[in-house]
DNA sequence: GATGAATGAGTATTCATTCAT
DNA sequence: AATGAATGAATACTCATTCAT
């Protein structure tokens, strides 16, 4: 990727991130970066095109944090990816309202790039649910819908990081875990 | 409200919800009721108040199945206040997707709306954990964090609903039920 | 006329005066009065029919004013004529707002009864100069440029009262009749 | 300036003359030029925003023929002044009709740029009556009533002038002149 | 590679006027 | 006489995209 391709996508990220998808102009970004509007067009094709690029960019960096749990030590393993996510959105929240407050339904194509991201976050889950339960330490349970439950209450302890709700990572994890692990019941 | 009022919000009701706001025009609307576009504007004053008293009137459609719990058979009520939203999910999608897919930071007006209507489900979820460890049935854990897994879970559940990827509202809701009261570990 | 048909044009008389023609809705009126659209149409044909009868009506009642000058003691008759228009502007200023605020050029049949106006109003000056001539009291002069400096010079300061800019009515008579007649030279 | 906007600026100074303010489109300039309509917004910020450039342009345009009366010769030098701005109507009734039949009261920075440039009209005169007043050549007067006068006496002519009504601008300065400063009795 | 002037399709909104009741 | 819901023509303005230099 040329150094120009790289500068406009950046400051695109940072703007979209800010001012979302609809007000933000190609002249907002062309301005920010003090160069042509032509020259925007040398490298992306369209505005459609950049956000694109930026929600690909953006979801990638996410999924390079999302490693397959091994066998052994499994709940460290949870415990240290879900930390590692948790603490990208505590430190970049300019990627975090990305993804958070993307606008669905404008372009299906970048539905589907969430959706994407989103399906292969829940077919991890399912995974582990399933080979939890062969181990004989996760007990039955209906796992598509359960899974679903694990993702929500996942990333909406994010948007509550994100948007300053919830104090620390760190605290926010462990709470997790024994929520999903334990459940709520007291005396078991 | 007049006839024509409530015909028009409820033709833009629809028309939102499948289209999203973006690309719903306000001569989609009048074309869609075979109406002038002054008549339009003698009812809302612009594209933004249609969608705020759209979104105004979803809001309060749900709020009103949210009943507060009761202090006897609490397990009971709980499980009927979430089986009443999951199947209103199910049956008027209309609904479900205009607060599922609502594009934030359009207008800072709109996401006050919704922004109130999580804020009272969160109260709503806070409390009754407080009242569960009053009461010695739920363990001590960290409100804010376990509220908003909570939530998560429920509204994750909900969009599988609408998706179409989680078949029935009743297993659902037993579903969740477990996971969040006994979690996920085998044999406690 | 029609105790409606009065307070209408009444009413309108006073919106336009203070909002001047193109910001004063036909549902300003309407509203200010409380009747139904639709009973304007009943009195008047439209927005410009009104405004014609109010320019009319205004037009008509300054010149109820201007009264032909008599033989004898010309003088004292033309600073009659001068000081109760300049007095009118001063205690009635919605007329006078509408003559000096009328925005030419909307509707040529405006324009006219303006023009008629001062059509007479010149015919006058100039008939008055043409027998001051002949009675051997005005000096030779161009009427036709040295009436319309009198017109002039009359009407600015009229709106000098109007804009509250000049004090008093009487006042400005005696000044305006010493600069039309004896002119500003010193030590003649 | 650049040419582009000299270019419009300059249509729509003819255009605004000849249709006045609110006959006059946006698209009628961009169409009478062959320009797109998104070019004018290009060069200017709204319709408003055109016309406020032309009166802005056609206000200056004639203060550039004010020049303050210099001590020596003082009735020539006004007499120069005032014949400049009689033939620049004559000449160019373009720009005299923009002055004459703006359109008050639709926009306070529109009338603001005419009252401004009134007023420094006024203080001009006033100033000049004033000395003449010192210098003993002027008599005394309520140098506030006689300078809206001598204003209004002035821009009537101007505008007898502009409509064909007064034939030269030579002859009506003499006439303006002598009723000025002589007065119009006889035999003084 | 880079520029930026020009484009024009697309949309929201206003308001005088009508007409069935 | 009076009503007021409905009409729809008219216009301003935005902004993604192009292309000649």
Redesign the pocket.
Known sequence: M?K?EEEILSRAKALFSSKGFHSL???DIVNSLG?????F??YFK???DVYRRVLEETVSEISKRLKRLPLDRPLEQLRENLLSILKLIENDRETARLIFYHPYRLNPEFDSILEDFYGKVLNLIERALLRGMEMGIVRECNVSVVSRAILGAFTEVGKGILDGEIGGAEEAVDELLSFGLRGLLEGR
Chains 1, 2, 3, 4 share one sequence.
């Open positions: 040329k120009r102009t190609v002249s160069i042509a509007r032509g020259t067009y040398l369209n505005k459609d």
